[in-house]
Structure formats: structure tokens, C-alpha cells
């Protein structure tokens, strides 16, 4: 199972915009709504952003929002603040009978 | 508070085997999978395999399959991850992650792998 495809940086300044793409199969992305999002900082463990292409877990900000469209899955991040500088990884559940997932390779977002 | 607890980091021979423990607290251990997910140093994350903490079942990745073996204590609240045969390219943060649906929730605070003669 190949690795979903991320870009590998993105950058943009206090305030803006930024959406993050995370291309995938129509073995994976492109058949389950489980695609999901998570953000680390250096030294940190992963921290879920996104589950099932949209939904926020408690305590994450509206700020994070999440969509998909065929084998493409985004994350947008608006109003950017410096803490959202981390690495943020893409996963997308791949398995058809048990449980099985894929990983994107990561994009390195860096608040100018 | 929900939290998974691993044990502390390993320096090992290539060759050698490990053993890395995840405790569950603050949560029924039975009612959720448990999934490995290591980083190799400045790498992404990658989906090691998953095992079901009701029945048992696992699933590994194709490329540690025969050299992974996931299992859980449902007594203790406890997964464990064993992995043989080390290489240097095993040296890594190996994380345990509570899977909900397809997502995983709560995280390890990792453990350091590293494989070194």
C-alpha cells in the first residue's frame, strides 16, 4: 500500500488561509469517508485535528476544517496563528474486511 | 482522563528483539482497537498494524509482517508490541494510538527505539 501524497511544505502569514491536499486511490480516500488529520510539533506525539473527513474532535478550533473530493482529501486552516507552525499528517482507513491505514508522508505548514 | 502510558526508550543490537508496552487508563481497554504507529528520525508517521483488544485479532503491515507480533492483556489494560529480528533502519519513535473508527484519538507519549551496534 503506497503512502498518500501530500506537498511537502506549505506557508502563509498570521491571519490567512491555507489548505492542505492529501491525494490518495479509489482504494483508499476515494472509497471510505475516514479520512483524517493530525498535527505534531517537534518532539510531540501526534494530535488528531480531523476525523472522518470533517468532524472536529472536542477541543480542536473551528479554525481546522476538513473536505474531500474523489481521491482528494483537504485540510483548511483559516485565520493562522503561529501555533499552528507543526508538521500535519493525512490518514486514511484502507482496509476492506479489518482494520487497515495509510499515512500521508506530510507537509511541514510554516507561519511567515 | 484518558491516557496511554508507554514504557521507557530502548537501545538494542541489530538483531535483537524489542518489546514496547501501552497502558489504557480512564476507558473500557476491551472497547477499542490499539494501533503501532512508529517515525523514523525527520520521517513521517507509519501505520505499523492493529490489533483488536475485544477479540484479539491483528492486522500488520505488509512489510513487518513475520517480524511483528501485537498482543493485549485485557486483565491489565495493557498492549504490547514485539518486534524481531532489528535492523538500523528499525530505530524510530514507536507511538500505541486508541483507534476510533478510522481515526486514533489518543496517542502514546512514544517510545525511542534505537537499534545500534
Known amino acids: 500500500q503506497s503512502a498518500l501524497t501530500q506537498s511537502a511544505s506549505v506557508s502563509g502569514s498570521p491571519g490567512q488561509s491555507i489548505t492542505i491536499s492529501c491525494t490518495g486511490t479509489s482504494s483508499d480516500v476515494g472509497s471510505y469517508n475516514l479520512v483524517s488529520w493530525y498535527q505534531q510539533h517537534p518532539g510531540k506525539a501526534p494530535k488528531l485535528m480531523i476525523s472522518?473527513?470533517?468532524k472536529r474532535p472536542s477541543g480542536v478550533s473551528n479554525r481546522f476544517s476538513g473536505s474531500k473530493s474523489g481521491n482528494t482529501a483537504s485540510l483548511t486552516i483559516s485565520g493562522l496563528q503561529a501555533e499552528d507552525e507543526a508538521h500535519y499528517y493525512c490518514c486514511s482507513y484502507a482496509g476492506s474486511r479489518i482494520f487497515h491505514v495509510v499515512f500521508g508522508g506530510g507537509t511541514k505548514l510554516t507561519v511567515l | 482522563q484518558v491516557h496511554l502510558v508507554q514504557s521507557g526508550a530502548e537501545v538494542k543490537k541489530p538483531g535483537a528483539s524489542v518489546n514496547v508496552s501501552c497502558k489504557a487508563s480512564g476507558y473500557t481497554f476491551s472497547s477499542y482497537g490499539i494501533s503501532w504507529v512508529r517515525q523514523a528520525p525527520g520521517q513521517g508517521l507509519e501505520w505499523m498494524g492493529w490489533i483488536s483488544a475485544y477479540k484479539g485479532n491483528t492486522n500488520y503491515a505488509q512489510k513487518l509482517q513475520g517480524r511483528v507480533t501485537m498482543t493485549t492483556d485485557t486483565s491489565t489494560g495493557t498492549a504490547y508490541m514485539e518486534l524481531r529480528s532489528l535492523r538500523s533502519d528499525d530505530t524510530a519513535v514507536y507511538y500505541c494510538?486508541?483507534?476510533?473508527?478510522?481515526?486514533?484519538?489518543?496517542w502514546g507519549q512514544g517510545t525511542t527505539v534505537t537499534v545500534s551496534s
Open positions: 472522518e473527513v470533517s
Open positions: 494510538a486508541r483507534n476510533v473508527g478510522g481515526a486514533f484519538d489518543i
